[in-house]
């Protein structure tokens, strides 16, 4: 979201950067690993509630809806690309990236009675806003 740093690494932000300056988008293996994705304010509040409760374990404070990430640079080239969308590139694997990200947040539901509010195209929309600004 908002003031995510554009050049840290991430899938995010590189995707969003690269969609934005034309560049082609890069995916590391076929794209069919998976990941989830999350609005900031959606963990803060997961945060605030386990430091206001009693429970003293580890909790997932994650957004349990999981998407490819080809899926994830499609999604980036629709709502950040112009009318000709830069094209996506295969790159090979890294050996330690995670083929699957979707946490359990069965636990935060009944103890915090907490889940993720904002939706995966709201927050997309407002980190892409953001960075255009930038």
């Known amino acids: 979201g908002p003031r995510m740093h554009m050049n840290d690494g991430r899938v995010v932000s590189n995707f969003i ?14 794209g069919k690993q998976t990941r ?21 374990g580890p ?3 994650g957004n349990p809806e999981e998407r490819t990430i ?13 009318p000709t969308p830069p094209p996506i590139v295969l790159k090979a694997a890294a050996e330690d990236d995670p083929r699957r990200r979707k946490p359990d947040i069965s636990l935060a539901k009944r103890i915090l ?7 995966f195209e709201t927050g997309i929309k407002q980190t ?5 600004k930038e």
């Not at 945060?47 to 206001?52: C, G, S, V, Y």
């Open 70 to 82: 080809m899926d994830f640079a499609k999604e980036i080239q629709r709502m950040a690309g112009g």
């Open 113 to 119: 009675g907490w889940e993720p509010k904002v939706s």
């Open 17 to 30: 950067m690269q969609t934005l300056t034309s560049e082609p988008l890069t995916i590391y293996g076929k």
């Open 36 to 56: 989830s994705f999350q609005y900031v304010s959606d963990l803060v509040d997961g945060l605030i509630r386990l430091m206001n409760g009693n429970y003293s």
């Open 128 to 132: 892409i806003s953001y960075f255009r």
């Open 59 to 61: 909790v997932n404070l």
